[in-house]
């Protein structure tokens, strides 16, 4: 086989690109240690700015209500889409099977505004007919979450099972497993690892998402996005950006072990035997 | 073995199937049926309400009183979307603007995807965690990142005074070239990933057959690559320009008051002015707007998941 490489023009696009990417994440980075408030001068290195991101009482709480929040929404999400993902590859004849997986991939496309507006408006109108939610907070922020969320764990987890191999089922099924142990004993080791990927995904999701948790939130439910939010728009603040350098360590940490996982998993799976 | 098998009578073990496909099917359909349908139903009725100073604050649309149901349905909402030139402007002004960034998110997105497929395999994986792992980040975090680059006395406003090349700042926080600069930064990850997916797939003895009858590298590209790859530049495209028409964070953070997008629009008309009614309308209208490329994504998707089905 011949060896196709990039041409010169779209690897320096990548180099570039790459660059672009990085680059203003590695100015936040830098910025964090900047002893001034402004981003023009460079004072000198401090992590007094870290000091007092730890020392900011309503920052820390934001955090741990986020924290819970994705939590929770995401281990829904990871049920709720795995069972999608089930009647998309699976029961291919079952009525409403189209609706389901339309209604399942719409939020991946749907602008944030909308899908936040509309169950705001299911929230109030629940409260004025059934008296629940009497005020919106943590749970009306998990079910919003949960919904989003369940989208992409839907899509990820359907891929794999695509590739599961049927006949390891029947033979259990044929052996006299009922439907729930086959599934537990065969079919959940098989897709393990998609809903570890789908339950990561959502959590990072619920996390970042601003918009639809301002809609559906109430007084008592701040999440960290709106903290965040609410004092960038006041301009550059040296508190977030060291907020922002824990999050992207956090995340590279995250990411190498999970490049250093799969290249592990690879050099196993090539290895000669 | 047999002993378990014989003690399970086959109608009861087809009733056991049976009953779990349906928990399988029923509990997340009951979900998305109350948590996503049935919301976009209210959205469309509370657009045909008007607005009163209440809790909540629109007029109900079913009325019963004295034995008698009335249906108030008002269409002044639209009507006023309609007459008043600033939705118009907003909502042209989303698709200029989400256009431009789909655009170039492809400019920059495909030979990035281009020059990853054709990587050699351990480092794809690198690439492709490089590309994913901004998006793992806060993309609040992200887009702020440009306020303190872009800003009068930002990074690049600093850097071109020292280099000489400018005497005063330039303005380019609080513009429309900051919007679409934080979109295509915030999305480019959206654009790389199908295409990548897409363009790694490709039959490579296609290209070498070209490359065998003399076709040059450029014309195989054009007439080989580029056709072959359209699915995931239409999905990618989808993904940058549907959330992208919607935005609020970025027009609010780095556009300025000239800057006219639709998601920021219904943001202040339903925490600004409390006109939940007028918000609603909003959102269908923008909602028919983006219907064709909704479709469009939506058919691909499920093309995708049907493939090796």
């Known amino acids: 086989m011949v060896k196709l490489k990039a041409p010169g023009f779209s690897k320096s696009m990548l180099l570039l690109g790459m660059l672009f990417l990085y680059l203003p994440m590695v100015v936040l980075i830098v910025y964090s240690f900047n002893s001034s408030r402004l981003v023009s001068v460079w004072a000198g290195f401090s992590t007094k700015w870290y000091g007092a991101l730890f020392a900011n009482e309503q920052i820390l709480s934001a955090v741990w209500m986020s924290l819970r929040i994705a939590f929770y929404s995401a281990s829904m999400a990871v049920c709720l889409g795995t069972l999608c993902a089930f009647v998309i590859t699976r029961f291919k004849k079952m009525r409403g099977r189209t609706l389901l997986s339309s209604m399942i991939t719409a939020p991946l496309v749907m602008p944030e505004v909308i899908t936040g507006l509309s169950l705001l408006l299911l929230f109030v109108q629940m409260a004025q007919l059934i008296g629940w939610p009497v005020d919106r907070g943590m749970a009306t922020i998990w079910i919003a979450h949960t919904t989003f969320c369940s989208a992409y764990v839907a899509v990820v987890v359907s891929a794999r099972l695509r590739e599961v191999d049927l006949s390891i089922e029947e033979a259990a099924m044929d052996l006299g497993c009922t439907p729930l142990k086959t599934f537990f004993v065969i079919t959940l080791p098989v897709i393990a690892p998609a809903l570890v990927s789908g339950w990561l995904l959502a959590f990072t999701l619920s996390l970042d998402d601003l918009v639809i948790a301002s809609f559906v939130s109430g007084p008592g439910a701040t999440t960290l996005p709106m903290v965040v939010f609410s004092s960038v728009r006041m301009g550059v603040s040296p508190e977030i950006n060291a907020l922002a350098t824990l999050i992207i360590a956090a995340v590279s940490v995250i990411a190498f072990m999970a490049w250093f996982w799969m290249r592990r998993a690879e050099k196993r799976r090539l290895r000669p035997r | ?309």
């Open chain 2, 1 to 309: 073995m047999t002993k378990k098998l014989l003690a399970t009578p086959f109608a009861e073990r087809v009733r056991a199937v049976v009953f779990h496909r349906r928990v399988v099917f029923g509990v997340p359909f009951a979900w998305l049926l109350l948590f996503f349908l049935l919301p976009f139903a209210l959205v469309l009725k509370i657009s045909l309400t008007s607005a009163v100073m209440a809790i909540p604050p629109y007029e109900p649309v079913f009325r019963w009183v004295e034995n008698t149901l009335s249906v108030v349905v008002n269409f002044g909402n639209y009507l006023f979307l309609a007459s008043d030139s600033l939705y118009i402007a907003a909502y042209w002004g989303s698709v200029k603007t989400a256009f431009l960034a789909t655009l170039f998110c492809l400019l920059i997105g495909y030979p990035m995807a281009y020059a990853m497929a054709r990587a050699p395999k351990h480092w794809q994986l690198v690439f492709l965690l490089m590309v994913m792992l901004p998006s793992w980040t806060s993309f609040l975090i992200r887009v702020y990142a440009w306020m303190g680059i872009l800003g009068n006395q930002g990074l690049l406003n600093t850097f071109l005074m020292w280099l000489g090349l400018i005497d005063a700042p330039l303005k380019m926080l609080n513009t429309n070239f900051a919007v679409i600069l934080g979109i295509v930064y915030a999305y480019l990850p959206f654009m790389i990933l199908p295409i990548y997916t897409n363009l790694v797939k490709l039959d490579v003895r296609l290209l070498e057959a070209a490359s065998d009858l003399g076709c040059r590298s450029l014309t195989t590209f054009w007439a080989i690559t580029l056709p072959l790859s359209k699915a995931g530049i239409l999905a990618g495209s989808m993904l940058v320009f549907i959330p992208a028409v919607g935005e609020f964070v970025i027009p609010e953070l780095l556009g300025g008051p000239d800057t006219l997008m639709i998601g920021k629009v219904l943001w202040e008309e339903f925490f600004n002015n409390r006109d939940w009614p007028v918000a609603s309308s909003l959102a269908i209208v923008m909602l028919a707007l983006l219907l064709i490329p909704i479709v469009l994504f939506h058919r691909f998707q499920a093309r995708e998941m049907e493939k090796n089905g």
